[in-house]
């Protein structure tokens, strides 16, 4: 018969691995990161809130890890791209500016950026500037009109990202035209 640690050690470790990674998880986002593994996710967030390892502000519904940072909505639109893929992603990490994290899906390397509007111009100039290994690109705007003001290159898909329902709508370049 299996111990209680035996049977948690896997989620457990993986689950403070993503708080401390991003920080900041909404709880939806937490229990569709581990699909079919809601229950035993259920159990290790009040476990490890019980013994104050992470933390829950019930007027966000935000997980968080004690960080003094404040909750990044880039970096959380981008935890909803990542949970459409989820049951196919290898790995997945934040990753510092200009993108928001990477996943490896399929044995492919994503890369996932924010694009607010109005700041088109500076991040098409950052990412001409920088380089990066990720094959491919999803750019999430806040504004579907934004697309067409954009290159970014090996860009497969733009969104948006309803931040309260969880949705992400998928455009290809040649769409936001209509």
Known sequence: MKSREQIYRKEAAEL????????????DQVLRLYPGKESKIENLLAYFTRQSRIFFDKDTGLYHDGTEASPDRSLLASLWVLIDFIEKVEYHSAVDFPAMLVFVADGELYEVLHIPEDKEAMMEHTMAQQGSDAEKRIVIVDDPEQISRLYIPNTVAYCTVDMEKGTVCYYRQEDADG
Do not use: E, G, S
């Open 16 to 27: 403070l691995r993503d708080l401390t990674t991003y920080h900041y998880i909404h709880r």
